[in-house]
């Protein structure tokens, strides 16, 4: 069954080329999509599925019964753009300006489609059950996944997996890592109150730059000197917006940014100390300051059982050479609350291709990857709820 259903999607990959490439051209932003999810529900309608549409807000979930009694296995892939013009001179640029595909969102929902095709085939001979979730605002937090969990998504679902293809690992290559993969990712909003004066009398001044300069140098002391070195955070200031003139001291200056960490007890730390020197910093400049600290995306967990399973299918699928342990990254994915109810893993493939120009980062106006990264999701999707399914008996060829 696994070679026929390899061949099948190799057979379907310029359906699924087409399918990613319509996508790519007429992108929505999170939290709006609304061709996108219609675009899914109708193929997965089209196959016989049974669908559910607004799930948690937009997203969509397809599932298909196996003609035995069986576990369920879930499968996830985002389709959310981001408000970035594409500058990439292909064909299949977006048609929407300011917004594109430049984290392979499109290319995820192109597999996974690709492989509710083909299961969806056999599904007579499947001894459990297939949920195809397809999932909105990935990019955005609070993202889709929480809510399409609250609105059962996961209902039943014993075991789940989730791709994303990566333009900084060549294709045909899988990186995998258990334990902790990807960083939890918070956000802050510091907004200074001083007062205003002319530039030339600063002594009248309460001034609001000073202490956000300050307080930019103040917080990195949290990550130096308060966090343990051998557990990974970041604190980065991304924005620092105050005043118009350059002859005038304004009266108030904001600052923004994001937090990463992995461990929850670091988290806690890092958001007390924050409050703490906020207050103290603009206390001590003789300015108000309102501090607001959101927690984001938990920490992306590989489960180490479910995590083997993909590493020997991947090298049983693609060879052994083609496997890559990759470090932790601080990048941050919803997946993780998935992660969090069941278990399962979130692993990576390549599509970094030179010969395309398929190098460039993602969230990068030239973002673009080798769309046979499809396949390679679409065999290791299929691999997995095949060994799900058969309780290990079935294995690639």
Avoid at 192 to 211: F, N, Q, R, T, Y
Avoid at 283 to 290: C, N, S, Y
Avoid at 312 to 340: C, N, Q, R, T, W
Wanted: charged letters at 25%.
């Amino acid at each position: 069954m696994v070679e026929q259903l390899f061949s099948r999607l190799e057979g379907l990959f310029p359906e699924l080329v087409k399918v990613r490439r319509d996508l790519h051209m007429y992108p929505e932003l999170s939290f709006q999509e609304e061709n996108t999810p219609q675009k899914i529900s109708d193929y997965l309608k089209g196959l016989g599925l049974e669908v559910r549409t607004e799930v948690g807000g937009r997203g969509v979930v397809g599932l298909l019964k196996g003609g035995k009694p069986g576990k369920t296995v879930a499968l996830r892939a985002d389709f959310d753009a981001l408000p970035i013009q594409d500058e990439k001179v292909v064909e299949y640029k977006s048609r929407i300006p300011g917004v594109m595909h430049a984290c392979g969102h499109d290319l995820h929902t192109a597999a996974l489609l690709g492989v509710a095709k083909v299961l969806s085939e056999v599904k007579s001979e499947l001894q459990g059950n297939v949920v195809f979730i397809h999932q909105f605002a990935e990019e955005v937090i609070p993202g889709g996944a929480k809510p399409m969990i609250e609105d059962g998504c996961l209902d039943r679902v014993d075991v789940i997996y989730g791709a994303h293809v990566m333009s900084d690992i060549p294709v045909g290559t899988v990186g995998i890592k258990d334990g902790y993969m990807m960083a939890a990712g918070d956000t802050f909003e510091i907004e200074i109150h001083g007062k205003g004066a002319h530039g030339a009398l600063p002594h009248l001044s309460v001034d609001p730059l000073v202490a956000g300069s300050q307080l930019v140098l103040n917080l990195q002391q949290i990550v130096s000197r308060r966090v343990d070195p051998l557990k990974p955070t970041v604190i980065s200031i991304g924005s620092f917006q105050s005043g118009q003139a350059y002859n005038v001291i304004p009266h108030t200056a904001k600052l923004n940014g994001t937090v990463r960490t992995f461990d929850e007890d670091v988290r806690d730390l890092v958001e007390e100390a924050m409050g703490q020197i906020v207050k103290t910093t603009c206390e001590g400049a003789g300015a108000d300051v309102k501090f607001e600290y959101r927690r984001g995306y938990p920490a992306v967990w590989n489960h180490v059982e479910e995590t083997k399973k993909v590493e020997v299918l991947a090298a049983m699928i693609f060879g052994v050479d083609k496997i890559k342990h990759v470090p932790p990254m601080m990048g941050m994915e919803d997946f993780a609350y998935y992660l969090k109810k069941v278990p399962g893993c979130f692993f990576f493939v390549g599509g970094q291709n030179p010969d395309i120009e398929a190098t460039y980062p993602h969230h990068h106006p030239k973002f673009d990857v080798d769309e046979r990264a499809i396949l390679q999701i679409g065999k290791l999707f299929v691999s997995v709820v095949l060994y799900e399914l058969s309780d290990g008996a079935i294995k690639p060829a």
